[in-house]
């Protein structure tokens, strides 16, 4: 045997040495499977350059991707702020996601999902109060991502998340007096963070539209009667609240989307199943709301692709709002 080489043999990956009509090259040290990396004299250079080369390739994209999610808040102007080659880098990885085993079934619809329900809350509400005359306020998780893509339709200072879970328990027939005094002052403190203080309701002569997921309707009614109530904003004619699913019955999307995407998108909402891309976290007291208030930080890469994906298409798609059945101020 030639020292650098070794003639006529291969070692293939099922720890064999075989045949081979070309010789191949002594070359060292390579990673195995594990990325371990090893000491292999049946290695061919060639196979040996491919395999590095590849490797090294999904290290610098697994770098590239961290390093534009890291500091990425899913922003308009962050978005806009993305230079061409990025926004190419991050729609094709979101396409590569698609085949992989991070893919979720329920994001199969995510897209025309968002789309849908964003569009038919701006076409009812833009009818109901006039364009740019409201504000959004979503509570919880459900609608998280759904109120997320709307801002970016209407602008994000007119859609507000109040991260808060099962909003029923809240109510004044549960609700001890003494824990809700001692709570109340963390949502206060929340709502003057985020524009809605009681002055910024008062003087800013917009409507604000209180929406959730409902099941039975007690959560949102719930929360509607402690904003309203004196220790919160006080009673206020320009305060509503209403339902996902009465909003949708108020517009025709027959025109824009079929009757399939319709339901998967109240059939995803039914399961919970966008809690999975909520944009805040799970709270279940007031206490906690201002550590709830983002997810971005803990959210695994394939929700933040989804995210992106969700607002990419905000910016490069755009369809026809749904047509206004009826006038919504006769049910919030």
């Known amino acids: 045997m030639q020292i650098g080489s070794i003639n006529s043999y291969s070692y293939n990956s099922q720890y064999q040495i075989n045949k081979t009509e070309k010789p191949v090259s002594f070359c060292g040290f390579v990673p195995n499977r594990q990325g371990i990396l090893t000491f292999n004299p049946f290695f061919s250079v060639e196979n040996a350059c491919c ?3 590849s490797i090294l390739n999904t290290i610098l994209n697994e770098l590239k ?5 890291s500091f990425f808040n899913f922003t308009t102007d962050a978005y806009k702020k993305l230079s061409e080659k990025d926004l190419e880098f991050l729609r094709a990885r979101y396409e590569s996601m698609k085949q992989s085993k991070s ?3 329920y994001f199969n619809s995510a897209e025309t999902s968002h789309e849908l329900a964003s569009s038919g809350m701006e076409a009812l509400f833009n009818h109901a109060y006039g364009k740019g005359n409201y504000v959004i306020i979503t509570i919880g998780r459900s609608l998280s991502s759904v109120g997320k893509v709307l801002g970016y339709k209407i602008g994000e200072e007119n859609v507000i998340n109040i991260p808060i879970s099962k909003a ?3 109510n004044d027939i549960f609700y001890p007096k003494e824990s809700a005094d001692k709570e109340l002052k963390y949502l206060i403190k929340y709502l003057e963070t985020v ?3 009681k002055e910024d309701i ?3 002569g917009k409507h604000y539209i209180l929406t959730d997921y409902c099941h039975t309707g007690v959560s949102l009614e719930t929360m509607k009667n402690l904003f309203t109530s004196d220790k919160v904003w006080g009673k206020r004619d320009n305060v509503h609240s209403i339902g996902i699913k009465d909003i949708l019955d108020a517009v025709d999307t027959e025109h824009i989307y079929n009757s399939a995407e319709k339901n998967d998108l109240m059939n995803n909402l039914d399961r919970c199943e966008y809690k999975t891309l909520s944009f805040v976290l799970q709270c279940h007291n007031f206490a906690d709301i201002s550590r709830a ?3 971005i930080f803990f959210a695994p890469e394939a929700v933040k692709l989804m995210w992106f994906k969700l607002l990419d298409n905000s910016q490069t798609v755009h369809k026809p709002l749904p047509k ?3 006038n919504p101020i006769d049910k919030i």
């Not at 991707?65 to 999610?69: E, M, T, V, Y």
């Open 195 to 197: 524009g809605l203080s």
């Open 103 to 105: 893919w979720n079934y």
């Open 168 to 170: 029923s328990r809240f």
């Open 293 to 295: 208030k983002t997810n």
């Open 202 to 204: 008062e003087k800013s």
């Open 65 to 69: 991707l961290a390093k534009i999610l």
């Open 51 to 53: 395999r590095q080369k």
């Open 324 to 326: 206004v059945l009826y």
